[in-house]
């Protein structure tokens, strides 16, 4: 069975959980609209994605909003038109659940002591979107 946990950031990324093997692969988040399709396409059959969801600081501009909730859109018709059922999470739900503060350094070091032998894919702090990913699919593997 594979869950796939989205953190839909520009430096987001796919993770695709195998719970039968306890592994989990990353993919960082394709650019375009086909490499996202085609991404789900080799990921292959997916039980459920757990997505994060958008947050919007106060501070930011009306286009960098537009540009966040129009690559949110693009995902989430991805998602359906690959059939992947879609469960969606806010950062803070799923960072409460396990224990987790805004620090993307604890989100690699948790990664990393889950799944310690996939740990090099986020060995890099910009791999951070590689690690949150990860989580969310744990995340959504406890809500089954």
Same mark, same amino acid.
């Given at each position: ?22 592994? #989990?692969? !990353? ?12 991404? $789900? &396409? @080799?990921?292959?059959?997916? =039980? ?35 059939? #992947?059922? !879609? ?12 224990? $987790? &503060? @805004?620090?993307?350094?604890? =989100? ?37």
């Amino acid at each position: 069975m594979i869950i796939l946990g989205i953190d839909p950031g520009k430096q987001g990324a796919f993770a695709a959980l195998d719970v039968t093997e306890w592994s #989990v692969t !990353t993919y960082d988040m394709p650019d375009t609209i086909d490499g996202r399709r085609e991404l $789900l &396409s @080799a990921i292959g059959r997916v =039980s459920v994605a757990w997505v994060e969801r958008p947050f919007y600081p106060q501070k930011i501009g009306v286009r960098h909003v537009a540009t966040i909730a129009e690559g949110f859109g693009i995902l989430q018709a991805c998602l359906a038109f690959a059939g #992947v059922p !879609t469960r969606f999470v806010e950062p803070s739900a799923w960072k409460k659940s396990l224990r $987790l &503060s @805004a620090d993307k350094a604890a =989100s690699r070091q948790l990664a990393s002591m889950t799944w310690p032998d996939d740990a090099e894919q986020w060995k890099l702090v910009k791999h951070d979107g590689r690690a949150e990913a990860a989580l969310i699919a744990l995340y959504g593997w406890s809500k089954r």
